[in-house]
Every structure is written in C-alpha cells, then in structure tokens.
C-alpha cells in the first residue's frame, strides 16, 4: 500500500535557523500540499504543488520557501525559525486538482518547536 | 475570505451517546469535507458531502448551502471516536481548501 512519509517526525530548532522539512509519498500522486496547524487550530496552507517543479503559494507562504523536484518528494524550509514558534506541520498529496475526485491523503506530521 | 466555523469547540460525552457536530460556513462550497484527525495527529477523510444527506457507517452529514451550512451526526459514540473532527470548504473547485478549528471530542467509558 501507499504511503506518505514526513521527515523528521520532531524537529527542535533555534531562533533564525532555517530548517528542512521533507515530504515523500508512493501513491504517484500529481498534487502535493504543505499546511501548518497551530495548537486548537484548523490547517492552513502554505504551498502547494500540482506537478513536478510546480510552486504555488498558499495563504500562508511568508516565511517559507518549497521544493518539488520529483514527483514524489516535496519539501518545506522555514526560511528563518521564529523563537517560541510550535506548530504542526502536515504533508498532504491528492492524484488531481483539489479535493473534487478525491480528499487528500495525509502525512504524519513534522512537529516543530523553536527554543 | 472564506470562513469557516465549528461548534462546539469541545464535546464530552458518555460512550454510546450521540454527537452533533456543526460545521457554518461564509460563502458557497464546491466541495465540503469531514476530516478526523486522531489524538497523535494524523488526519484521515470521513466522507465528502457539498450537499444533501450521506451515511457512512456510524456517520450520518446533511449539507445544507443554501443555509452554509453542515452537520456531522455521530451515532452510538464509542471511546476510539475520540480526536478532532475538522470540516473543510473548497470553495472554488481549486486548490485553495479552507479548514475550520475542529471539534474536539472525548468519549469516555
């Protein structure tokens, strides 16, 4: 069966660090989603990408930049750690546009604390 | 933008009781969705519902758009019905799903 894979699971970072978070699944999936979800909060999304090599900005891109340079993997930098940040940040992967044909499938999470 | 708001914020019930989770939204959805995400954080879709009346399992959603709105009916709730319940609006058939806060459910025994 099919899989999605986020890396690390835990990622404790200092003040102005920037940080990887990385993403790979097996499904074959097109599209392919970043959200980040604070603590009692809903997901919001940060990038989103429908292809390999494809970038598109989410509500929440400010801050962070995005890689997909296969098709399979999608990747996450906090371009610079803000200090007492924690969040959970949440890979997703759908095989087409949007949540019509089928709801996405979603990662374990990366959670993230920043000293 | 779209908002998207869920009631209760929080729900204790006693197993077997039933749950009524609320899910009201601002403007028009393609596509609505019920999402459970378990007490270690993983998300998985209970069922899509932009409209009408659909059933799964213990699960029973009725959408309303007219009204913007949308429920989740919990049946004969057990204590593994414990997590966060999220709805989640897309509002243009695109890429851009807005989620609301959640309803945090606890079953006890």
């Known amino acids: 069966g099919g899989i999605i894979t986020q890396t690390p699971k835990f990622l404790i970072g200092q003040e102005g660090q920037k940080l990887t978070l990385k993403c790979q699944q097996n499904f074959n999936h097109d599209t392919m989603y970043w959200y980040r979800q604070d603590s009692g909060k809903g997901l919001r999304l940060i990038y989103y990408s429908i292809t390999e090599n494809d970038l598109q900005k989410g509500d929440l891109s400010e801050g962070y930049d995005a890689s997909r340079e296969k098709k399979s993997s999608f990747s996450l930098t906090v371009t610079s750690a803000q200090k007492n940040e924690m969040a959970v940040f949440l890979c997703?992967?759908?095989?087409?546009?949007?949540?019509?044909?089928?709801?996405?499938?979603f990662g374990e999470g990366t959670r993230l604390s920043v000293l | 933008g779209q908002q998207v708001q869920q009631s209760p914020a929080s729900l204790v019930l006693q197993e077997g009781e039933n749950a009524e989770l609320q899910c009201n939204f601002s403007s028009t959805a393609t596509q609505l969705q019920w999402f459970y995400q378990s007490p270690g954080g993983s998300l998985v879709s209970l069922l899509s519902?932009?409209?009408g009346t659909k059933h799964t399992g213990r699960l029973t959603s009725t959408t309303v758009t007219k009204e913007r709105r949308s429920s989740l009916h919990i049946s004969s709730s057990q204590t593994t019905d414990s997590g966060t319940y999220l709805c989640a609006i897309d509002p243009t058939g695109g890429y851009k799903v807005v989620f609301g806060s959640g309803t945090r459910l606890l079953v006890s025994p």
């Open positions: 997703a992967s759908s095989p087409d546009r949007g949540y019509n044909n089928q709801a996405p499938l």
């Open positions: 519902n932009p409209s």
